[in-house]
Structure formats: C-alpha cells, structure tokens
T-cell receptor
C-alpha cells in the first residue's frame, strides 16, 4: 500500500500564475477529498468526489479554483490565476464509500504564492 | 451543521507523564464516528484512534485511549507515558455515517512533550 501520493511537495509561484496540484488516491478507494490547511482557518474541505463524480464543491473558495478526477487513480486541483492568499498546505485524502472508513491523507503540497 | 471544538490551542507534558486533550462536538446525528489525527512537524496527517458512536466501550490503541461521553458530546484523548515523538498537532474529527464520508475537523491542539 503506497498510500495517497501528492505532488509536488512544495510549489512556489508568482501571483497570476496557474498552479496544478496532483493526487493519486489509494488503490480501491472511491472517495477523494481536497483540503486546505492554514493557520487562520485550520483544515477546510474544498471538494470531494465519490466514484470520480464531484459531490460537494461548496468549499471551493471561488471560480479561480477547479478540481477534476478523470479516473479513479488521479485527481487535480487547479488555481488560475493564483493569489498570495492562496498560500497554504493542500491535502488530498481518500477513503471508501459507503463502507465507513477513516480518511487516509497524502503528505500535502505546500503552496507559496509571492 | 456539525461543529467540532478543541478548546486547548496548546498543551505541554513532561516525558513519561499522562496528558488529556479535550474535544467536544455538536450534532443532531445519532450514527457517526469520531477520530483523533496526529500531525507531526513532517506535516503528514496520521490516524491515531477511532470510535464508533454506537459502541459504549472506549477505544484504545496502545498508549492512546479515549473517553467518549455521548450524552455530553465529549471525546477526549488520553496519551499515557508520553514520548518525545508524540509532539505534534492533534485534530479531533467527526464523520457522519453513510453520507459520503463527510469529515469535520476541530482547530487542533499543539502538544509539546518536554524531555
């Protein structure tokens, strides 16, 4: 079990640039979650997918954020254009549904927008 | 909406001593899970322990145990024989069952184990 794999581990970009964060969930998991972690707001759920379908994206802060899950083994979170206030750690997590299971987190991507 | 409250932003404990982290939650649900996650400086979120709401027996995992008080909506974590490696942020989390596994996290407690 390789766990949830996120890339890159760190990303530094300039304001206005496009940023793409990537996630590979645990094989066999059919739920995928994107979280954002900041000191001020803690862990915020941005969006989650069940069976590759977005179920709830109410946490996505604005239209600059978009997420896709083209297949069961890959998801992206894109920010375009990026802003300094987007600086945070972005976590991807996966689990199984409807079988109750805890979230398994990736190591996160630390995004810095200058 | 579910809310999870951790009222202790920071705590410290001497190595080998016992410490208890508090968590309360608010829900109208009757069927749910509760979790404690640990986030060390490495940033990874690690599951420490889980509790099913329908079980009266408190969960234990080695040095980690919980005190689950369903009526009071309280879910505290006790760490016995604290070790330096226990230094981390600890997050309490609530999950409704059969709802797409929606998780709600508290704001975290930063625990420092002092040698």
């Amino acid at each position: 079990d390789a766990g949830v794999i996120q890339s890159p581990r760190h990303e530094v970009t300039e304001m206005g640039q496009e940023v793409t964060l990537r996630c590979k969930p645990i094989s066999g998991h059919n739920s995928l979650f994107w979280y954002r972690q900041t000191m001020m707001r803690g862990l915020e759920l941005l969006i989650y997918f069940n069976n590759n379908v977005p179920i709830d994206d109410s946490g996505m802060p604005e239209d600059r954020f978009s997420a896709k899950m083209p297949n069961a083994s890959f998801s992206t979170l894109k920010i375009q254009p990026s802003e300094p206030r987007d600086s945070a750690v972005y976590f991807c997590a996966s689990s199984t549904f409807p079988v109750d299971s805890p979230l398994h987190f990736g190591n996160g991507t630390r995004l810095t927008v200058t | 909406a579910q809310t999870v409250t951790q009222s202790q932003p920071e705590m410290s404990v001497q190595e080998a001593e016992t410490v208890t982290l508090s968590c309360t939650y608010d829900t109208s649900e009757n069927n749910y899970y509760l979790f404690w996650y640990k986030q060390p400086p490495s940033r990874q979120m690690i599951l420490v322990i889980r509790q099913e709401a329908y079980k009266q027996q408190n969960a234990t995992e080695n040095r980690f145990s919980v005190n689950f008080q369903k009526a009071a909506k309280s879910f505290s974590l006790k760490i016995s024989d604290s070790q330096l490696g226990d230094t981390a942020m600890y997050f309490c989390a609530f999950m409704k069952r059969n709802t797409g596994n929606q998780f709600y996290f508290g704001t975290g407690t930063s625990l420092t184990v002092i040698p």
